[in-house]
């Protein structure tokens, strides 16, 4: 299948109209779900997308090693690649793995500004700079505060990088608020431009959008998730 017609078919273009044309650079996207939820496949789905795009992506992580991230990277790239039928998919691995950096760090001691560091000595050395950045276990809501997410924000401004991280939900016990946002996370409204939850139900993992820009409404989209290969699809 020609490029430019994967890329269009591909359902994350449909999950990017349902959020006002995509998140958008300098923007805070957050996906909730319980452990096991789906989070980290959603996330890497994106993340692959936008290579595929010959876009770049720094990808974070405080809770995997690197071989596994790359692991996870792989199996959703093979995935999508059959899925939409993909051409010279050896050469579109070596672009995504040549377009993408990932950084692990132990969660106890990472920061803020060892992430600034980490990612000036990548763009002084390769030129490297994100378009889409995934933080994958950081920041933990529970416990941030104000200052982290305002570092965070500037970063992504800093960048001209949409930046992904995701939240948890809890069985029992969560305070939440009137859209399902858990008030830990709620706390940062004006400092978050799109909020969805994946829910697992009888063996189908449903994402909805909860919160999208500033519309009074969020789209009403109907998108899951392979419970196979993670992948984003139409219901």
Same mark, same amino acid.
């Given at each position: 299948m &020609?490029? /430019? ?8 273009r %449909? ?14 996207g ?8 789906? $989070? ?7 993340a692959?997308? /936008? ?5 770049r992506?720094?990808?974070i992580s405080?809770?995997e090693?690197?071989e596994?991230?790359n ?7 093979h995935?999508m690649?059959?899925s939409?039928?993909m051409?010279?998919?050896?050469? $579109?691995?070596?672009?995504m793995e @040549?377009n ?7 969660r106890?001691?990472?920061? %803020?500004?060892?992430l ?7 763009a ?5 700079t994100?378009?889409? %950045? ?5 920041p ?13 924000r /500037? ?13 948890l939900?809890?069985?029992e016990g969560?305070?939440?608020?009137? @859209? ?6 709620a ?10 939850r ?7 993992i449903?994402? $909805?959008?909860? $919160?999208?820009?500033a519309?009074?409404? &969020? ?13 984003? @699809?139409?219901?």
């Amino acid at each position: 299948m &020609p490029e /430019k017609t994967m890329i269009e078919r591909s359902p994350v273009r %449909v999950f990017d109209r349902a959020i006002g044309g995509g998140l958008g650079a300098g923007n805070i996207g957050v996906v909730l779900s319980r452990n096991g939820g789906g $989070k980290t496949g959603f996330l890497i789905g994106l993340a692959v997308d /936008k290579l595929l795009q010959g876009k770049r992506v720094l990808y974070i992580s405080t809770k995997e090693s690197v071989e596994h991230i790359n692991d996870f990277f792989d199996q959703i790239f093979h995935a999508m690649a059959e899925s939409l039928a993909m051409d010279e998919v050896p050469q $579109k691995q070596l672009q995504m793995e @040549r377009n993408r950096h990932i950084l692990v760090y132990n969660r106890k001691f990472f920061s %803020v500004e060892k992430l600034e560091h980490s990612a000036a000595f990548l763009a002084e050395t390769t030129g490297f700079t994100p378009d889409m %950045v995934i933080m994958d276990g950081t920041p933990r809501f529970e416990s941030t505060e104000q200052w982290e997410i305002d570092a965070l924000r /500037k970063l992504a401004r800093q960048w001209n990088a949409e930046m992904w991280t995701s939240g948890l939900l809890h069985r029992e016990g969560q305070e939440l608020d009137a @859209r399902g946002i858990p008030t830990e996370i709620a706390r940062y409204d004006a400092d978050l431009s799109v909020l969805l939850r994946l829910a697992t139900e009888n063996g189908r993992i449903n994402l $909805k959008v909860l $919160k999208e820009h500033a519309s009074a409404e &969020p789209a009403q989209v109907r998108m899951e998730l392979d419970p196979t290969t993670l992948l984003l @699809r139409w219901q």
